[in-house]
């Protein structure tokens, strides 16, 4: 498999972005998903996924409540599992691929994984665990890892690798595609999303566009229903 980088600045909709992914993802396969959370609390990321598969506000959720979770189950079929922790391991993640075999590993946010050897300097630290990631790819499926801008990507529209919080070379040395998430808050409609891939080594199909392989998107956020869409 392949190992993914997603990031951005805090509350830009990287979850969001996510939960649309991966419950569009979960109708493709036919073995688990692994969501590993420790950042929000597990109920907001579970109600993203409920907003993002139907497009429906809370409140609409909230209305018919039974049907939407007897509908959630049946498209999904029970093959998206979120593992919540304030504090998740190396250990633990591998030992839940081994047992799941999974089809997609989404780890959010992947910079706070604990288990790694103790190293001086945290660009070090953030390095092992991305080269740890890239081996539980290799291993088992693909991996997408979320993580952080840092501060020189705030207000910046299309985000590059060297956004990447606390990463030097490190960092993006170890995946395969990189997929920023930018803002700017100078924008007269604040929901506008910039999407950047700034790496992307995959050789693709025959229906790759290869003028896209490191496009640039403009597209609006509806976190209202958890959904991004084209402008």
């Known amino acids: 498999?392949?190992?993914?980088?997603?990031?951005?600045?805090?509350e830009t909709g990287k979850t969001t972005f996510m939960a649309q992914f991966a419950t569009n993802a979960v109708s493709q396969v036919d073995r688990p998903i692994l969501w590993f959370n420790n950042e929000q609390a597990g109920g907001?990321?579970?109600l993203r996924f409920?907003?993002?598969m139907?497009?429906?506000?809370?409140?609409?959720l909230m209305a018919d409540r039974a049907r939407y979770h007897a509908l959630y189950k049946e498209k999904t079929k029970d093959l998206l599992f979120l593992y919540d922790s304030d504090i998740i391991y190396r250990e633990t993640?591998?030992?839940?691929?081994?047992?799941?075999n999974p089809s997609l590993v989404v780890i959010d946010q992947l910079d706070k994984i604990e288990g790694g050897p103790k190293e001086d300097r945290r660009d070090l630290v953030l390095g092992n665990t991305y080269v740890w990631a890239r081996s539980l790819a290799k291993r088992y499926c693909p991996v997408i890892g979320v993580s952080q801008a840092s501060d020189s990507g705030e207000n910046v529209k299309f985000l590059t690798y060297s956004h990447l919080a606390d990463s030097r070379t490190a960092?993006?040395?170890?995946?395969?595609?990189?997929?920023?998430?930018?803002?700017?808050?100078?924008d007269d409609f604040t929901l506008y999303?910039?999407?950047n891939i700034s790496k992307n080594?995959?050789?693709g199909d025959e229906n790759t566009k290869s003028e896209l392989r490191h496009g640039k998107f403009q597209v609006i956020l509806e976190p209202e229903i958890a959904r991004y869409r084209e402008v």
């Open 171 to 186: 960092k993006p040395a170890e995946a395969d595609v990189i997929l920023g998430i930018g803002l700017s808050r100078e």
């Open 44 to 46: 907001e990321v579970k």
């Open 201 to 203: 080594k995959l050789l």
């Open 54 to 60: 139907f497009g429906v506000t809370t409140r609409e």
């Open 50 to 52: 409920y907003q993002a």
């Open 193 to 195: 999303r910039y999407l």
């Open 1 to 10: 498999g392949n190992f993914v980088v997603v990031f951005a600045r805090p």
């Open 93 to 100: 993640i591998e030992s839940l691929c081994k047992e799941y």
